[in-house]
């Protein structure tokens, strides 16, 4: 059984740039939830898309978005990229989000 | 007051002993219950899930809540080299989002 995919696994933007992240869940699972990673804070929740809709959101500003298909794959988006958003991204899929969830490789972003 | 909180570490422990890690929350309605490991590098990897008062064993990990102390700890026994690792306890309030708190780094020493 194929686990959860991210892609791409790195990514170099520069400031201002914006950026677009894929996640494909584990089949079956309809909820994909969003994290931020950062030395110094953790892992930060960032939102829960589950068939399509977004049930629940962290508190970063409203640069950070995502979506869902009909596929259950999701996708986030970072707008206007600052130097702090450097992190490692990660998703993580489950198949009602209260559940286990099995997280990706996760994707290393950096911003020069 | 954090949601999640556990002690940073580095906990240590030699080859052989029980690695004990601790974790406690905030959220009186929270109702799941898990721990991840994550290697240097790596994604989290779920480990255990807990789900109602007591221990949960398996192979040598045990769980234990405690939800009137809002208390959660993993026990690892006959500790390993490679389970050298952070150990990341996650609570779900049942609201779809996981809280994760900021890990415990384990060490066991040859």
């Known amino acids: 059984k194929a686990g959860v995919t991210q892609t791409p696994r790195y990514l170099i933007k520069t400031r201002g740039q914006q950026v677009t992240l894929s996640c494909s869940p584990i089949?079956?699972?309809?909820?994909v939830s969003w994290y931020q990673q950062t030395p110094g804070q953790g892992l930060q929740f960032l939102f829960e898309?589950?068939?399509?809709?977004?049930?629940n959101k962290g508190n970063f500003p409203g640069r950070f978005s995502g979506r869902q298909f009909s596929n259950s794959r999701s996708e986030m988006n970072v707008s206007t990229l600052e130097l702090g958003d450097s992190a490692l991204y990660l998703c993580?899929?489950?198949?009602?989000?209260?559940?286990?969830?099995?997280f990706g490789q996760g994707t290393r972003l950096t911003v020069v | 007051q954090k949601e999640v909180e556990q002690n940073s570490g580095p906990l240590s422990v030699p080859e052989g002993a029980i690695a004990s890690l601790n974790c406690t929350y905030s959220?009186?309605?929270?109702?799941?219950f898990f721990w991840y490991r994550q290697y240097s590098g790596k994604s989290p990897e779920l480990i255990m899930s807990?789900?109602?008062?007591g221990d949960k064993e398996d192979g040598r990990f045990t769980a234990q809540l405690n939800k009137a102390s809002q208390y959660v700890s993993l026990l690892i026994r006959d500790s390993q080299p490679s389970d050298s690792a952070t150990y990341l306890c996650?609570?779900?309030?049942?609201?779809?989002?996981?809280?994760f708190g900021a890990g415990t780094r384990l060490t066991v020493k040859p």
């Open positions: 089949s079956g699972h309809r909820s």
């Open positions: 993580a899929s489950s198949f009602s989000g209260e559940l286990e969830a099995f």
């Open positions: 807990i789900y109602s008062n």
């Open positions: 996650a609570v779900s309030a049942g609201n779809n989002d996981m809280r």
């Open positions: 898309y589950f068939s399509e809709t977004q049930r």
């Open positions: 959220d009186r309605g929270s109702q799941s």
